[in-house]
């Protein structure tokens, strides 16, 4: 975003190259350089086909509360839908967001993270113990599919605090779960756990 005429370049370029619509994302820039107006217009002039604007800058990364009023501010301005982004965390805030910006869709970042029902419209409360259980599983096992045996497992460890949060499980049994080495004892401690419930 510190360098527009690149942004218009790249989008030109692709735009006129590509059979796909070319779509963008951004912050509201940097602190001393909030030049999202012009950016956005800047994608939009040169074949952007939707853009998605995450209401931050760069030095907030994720704190702060994200932006609203500047995501309004796009979609005022903008020809092209519009995305809005930041701090969507329940499914009240999707209607929320799109009453309060105008924007045609709502882009989640975090809270889909252990949620993943979010999409479906369903807060993480209200998803069973056995949907949830059965999700880690299928989880589990497609990155095994993707990444191999135990890379698969490994990389898959990131995800699991974020699926058990939740629930009231005791925090001893939570980290002896999240840190077990092999994915087969993982799921035992994990199945015995919910099979208790
Ligand atoms: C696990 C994860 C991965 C992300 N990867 C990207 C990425 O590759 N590109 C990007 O522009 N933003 C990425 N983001 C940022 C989100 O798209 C989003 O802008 C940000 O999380 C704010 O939205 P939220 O309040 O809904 O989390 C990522 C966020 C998370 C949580």
């Not at 909030?34 to 074949?47: F, P, Q, S, V």
């Not at 853009?51 to 994200?66: D, F, L, N, P, W």
């Not at 191999?148 to 460890?157: A, N, P, Q, Y």
């Not at 058990?164 to 015995?192: C, E, H």
């Amino acid at each position: 975003m510190r360098t527009p005429l690149k942004v218009a370049d790249i989008f030109q370029k692709l735009s006129r190259a590509l059979t796909v619509p070319v779509t963008g994302k951004i912050r509201l820039g940097w602190e001393d350089c909030r030049n999202y107006r012009l950016i956005a217009r800047i994608i939009e002039e040169n074949g952007g086909a939707a853009i998605a604007v995450h209401g931050r800058t760069q030095e907030q990364g994720y704190s702060g509360k994200a932006n609203w009023d500047a995501i309004a501010e796009v979609k005022q301005a903008a020809r092209i839908p519009v995305i809005g982004n930041g701090d969507v965390k329940t499914v009240a805030d999707i209607e929320k967001m799109k009453r309060y910006t105008g924007c045609d869709a709502v882009m989640i970042g975090r809270a889909a993270v252990g949620n993943p029902w979010i999409f479906a419209r369903l807060d993480r409360g209200q998803v069973s113990a056995e949907v949830l259980r059965q999700m880690v599983h299928q989880h589990l096992r497609r990155n095994q599919a993707f990444y191999g045996e135990h890379k698969g497992f490994i990389l898959f460890r990131k995800h699991a605090p974020s699926y058990l949060k939740f629930q009231n499980m005791p925090r001893a049994l939570r980290t002896s779960i999240i840190s077990q080495v092999d994915a087969g004892n993982f799921l035992s401690l994990l199945d015995a756990y919910y099979t208790a419930l």
